[in-house]
């Protein structure tokens, strides 16, 4: 594995929740625009390792991690390093849509508030790109003052993706975007997924095969919050080098 | 013999539990006939607009009612946003079940848990003779007391002591049901605590923020032990114009016809009717506390 241009890795990762280690010794390394799917069996982990990648698991009481994650080649868990500023640059989407409950506009408009943007003609510039990139803006651009919780569950998560996006994150982490989302949702997120790749890393969690199959470059399989097997996601579906990985995707188990 | 001792039980219990039940909603609609039929009579526009006269027994009650407002007015001012903080604390800030957060919960059962005199006395001895004396040793002329006596402020005070728990334990709710994804949302596009707090998290309790409040009220505009010696006065000819003020109540101004009245019979109906205005009043905010939850609830279940 060529570690030289990986954009975010992790190195003999290890996480316990109290005293169950949820992760065991994961080095994984994802590369620059590419998509990178993680799949395994429901508690293998892959949520867990996901949210390492930008500190969301070091807010859940008794947790502990151990080894390194690197994006562009820095520890961020290193001493200097502020989580807030690390969640800037990896932006992340739910298994569960969660837009908040204000209009369409401030839901995109959130992240660059945050940053001090807050003059409506720039903000607006910003939303509209945003919901231009996560294919939503045609469906909204004349209710952008209506609540986020009106739209249908697929538009609320595509509207998640634009708020994530707004705020120009290299790498965008995905758990279960589409799990709760009906075949033409999940679609449109999968094509999205693959227009996205060309500015951003994405890491994207599924139980899904066919959709590991279909959007991602790489595919990391997780066991038991161990790391399996990861290579070319064709190569993986079609000749695993692992009797586990072979019994998962032919859905011996799981 | 088992079979004879369950069919007795089988008529008792629900007998008698029904009997209770009975009795408790019989109580309230007895209390609240008497107050209503003995009140009703005296309420008009004069009851409401105009001050006592002729030691009580004519008149009305409109001193009472403007000092009632200003001090429940005061005490939500300090007592709504101190509760309020202290929730966020509890909730979003300190570490769950730790030591410090079981001392302050521990702190907050009893407050809920003393009974009302003891938090008059409380003021008695802090605010006035503690408080009161040192502010008139740093601001009052030599020789003249100022703060150290009884006052709308310390009256005031006291009384969000008291009613702190209710908000407390509102807002707590309130924030507990803020869904945990919208906190996770936001931490994800790089917010910090703070900015969660004030951005995701409270603007989702101000439901429960406006409940406590309005319980906070209407548990404090029916106490009268708390004001006894802090503030309330038995009868002034002017209204309250400053914190330095005392004022009329009307808790305290039934208390005062029901204890102290010349005329016990000349000061019957008006007694009846201001105690009809003060339940009325406790019931309004009460059934707009529960309206509020009701739709936060409502809220949540949809989210
Ligand atoms: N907040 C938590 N506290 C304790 N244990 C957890 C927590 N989150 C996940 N786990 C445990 O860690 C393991 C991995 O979970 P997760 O990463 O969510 O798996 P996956 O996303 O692959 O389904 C599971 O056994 C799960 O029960
Ligand atoms: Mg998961």
């Known amino acids: ?254 | 013999m088992l079979t004879l001792k369950k069919k007795i039980l089988g008529v008792a219990v629900p007998g008698l539990s029904g009997a209770a039940a009975f009795f408790s909603v019989a109580s309230v609609f007895i209390i609240l006939g008497i107050i209503f039929i003995g009140g009703i009579g005296n309420i008009s526009w004069e009851f409401v607009s105009q001050a006592p006269r002729e030691g009580m027994t004519e008149g009305g009650i409109f001193p009472a009612i403007v000092g009632t407002f200003w001090r429940v007015l005061l005490m939500s001012l300090v007592g709504v946003p101190i509760g309020t903080i202290t929730a966020i604390w509890m909730c979003e800030y300190a570490p769950q079940n730790s030591p410090i957060t079981r001392i302050v919960r521990f702190a907050v059962n009893t407050l809920a848990g003393i009974p009302a005199i003891v938090f008059g006395l409380f003021g008695l001895g802090f605010f006035i003779q503690f408080c009161g004396v040192e502010m008139d040793k740093m601001f009052a002329p030599e020789g003249v007391i100022q703060w150290a006596q009884p006052n709308i402020l310390w009256a005031s005070l006291t009384m969000s002591i008291l009613t702190l728990p209710v908000v407390i334990v509102s807002v707590e709710e309130a924030i507990r049901n803020v869904p945990q994804e919208l906190r996770e949302g936001s931490y994800a596009l790089g917010a910090t605590r703070l900015e969660t707090v004030l951005r995701v998290v409270l603007p989702n309790a101000v439901t429960g923020i406006l409940t406590g409040a309005i319980l906070a009220v209407s548990r404090g505009a029916g106490e009268v032990a708390p004001i006894l010696f802090t503030g309330a006065a038995y009868f002034l000819p002017h209204l309250p114009e400053g914190l330095t003020d005392q004022f009329m109540d009307l808790g305290y101004h039934i208390y005062i016809m029901t204890t102290q009245s010349a005329d016990v019979d000349g000061t019957k109906g008006v007694l009846f009717a201001t105690t009809l205005v003060l339940l009325t009043l406790t019931f309004a905010l009460n059934l707009a506390a529960i309206t509020l939850r009701y739709h936060l609830r409502k809220r949540m279940i949809q989210a």
């Open chain 1, 1 to 254: 594995m060529n570690n030289e241009s990986a954009k975010i890795e992790t190195r003999d990762l290890n996480l316990f929740y109290g005293t169950t280690q949820a992760l065991k010794s994961v080095s994984l390394s994802v590369q620059e625009r590419e998509v990178t799917a993680l799949i395994g069996p429901s508690g293998c982990g892959k949520s867990t390792w996901l949210r390492c990648l930008n500190r969301m698991n070091e807010m859940i009481p008794g947790v502990s991690i151990n080894g390194g994650v690197l994006l562009d080649g820095v520890d961020i868990y290193g001493k200097s390093v502020d989580a807030v500023e690390v969640r800037k640059r990896i932006g992340m989407i739910f298994q569960k849509s969660n837009p908040f409950p204000q209009s369409i506009f401030e839901n995109i408009a959130y992240g660059m508030r945050l940053q001090g943007i807050n003059k409506h003609a720039d903000l607006h510039v910003i939303v509209e790109r945003s919901l231009r990139r996560a294919a939503l803006w045609d469906e909204v651009k004349d209710v952008l003052k209506k609540s986020a919780l009106a739209l249908s569950g697929g538009q609320q998560q595509r509207l998640c993706i634009a708020r994530a996006l707004a705020v120009e994150p290299s790498v965008l982490l995905m758990d279960e975007p589409a799990s709760a989302l009906d075949p033409l949702s999940t679609s449109k997120i999968e094509d999205l997924i693959c227009e996205l790749k060309e500015s951003c890393t994405i890491v994207i969690v599924t139980h899904n095969m066919q959709q590991a199959a279909r959007v991602s470059d790489k595919t990391a399989f997780f066991f038991e919050g161990e790391l399996i097997e990861f290579g070319a996601t064709d190569i993986l579906f079609t000749a695993p080098t692992k009797r586990k990985t072979e019994d998962y995707i032919t859905g011996r188990f799981g």
